[in-house]
């Protein structure tokens, strides 16, 4: 079982921006596909970012496409979420998520972070 720790999450202002951090351990990093979630209060879990075992494909949320960049580096076992000009919407607990599948669905992907807490005020 892979253990995932995200970092990086905290309270910004509009149009500030935030770089996530996941590292992962207890597995070989470099033959899964990572992906980041999002779940805001009293809104299901919803998929933001993924990119696949060798970084060479991305997939993005429609909502976070040209502001956000998800990028690895197999070497330190760990995923970024690069998260620019952030909105009060992009609120949320963000989740690293590990899959053995290409995919965005959240069922698809086995070991998943505790999450951090990004907050944008207006």
């Known amino acids: 079982q892979v253990q995932l720790v995200e970092s990086g999450g905290g309270l910004v202002q509009t149009g500030d921006s935030l770089r996530l951090s996941c590292v992962a351990s207890?597995?070989?990093?470099?033959?899964?596909?990572m992906g980041w979630f999002r779940q805001a209060p009293g809104k299901e879990r919803e998929f933001v970012a993924a990119i696949d075992r060798s970084g060479g494909i991305t997939r993005y949320a429609d909502s976070v496409k040209g502001r956000f960049t998800i990028s690895r580096d197999n070497a330190k076992n760990t995923v970024y979420l690069q998260m620019n000009s952030l909105k009060p919407e992009d609120t949320a607990v963000y989740y690293c998520?590990?899959?053995?599948?290409?995919?965005?669905?959240?069922?698809?992907?086995?070991?998943w972070g505790q999450g951090t807490q990004v907050t944008v005020s207006s």
């Open positions: 207890g597995g070989t990093f470099s033959n899964l596909h």
């Open positions: 998520a590990t899959s053995d599948l290409w995919t965005v669905v959240a069922n698809n992907f086995n070991s």
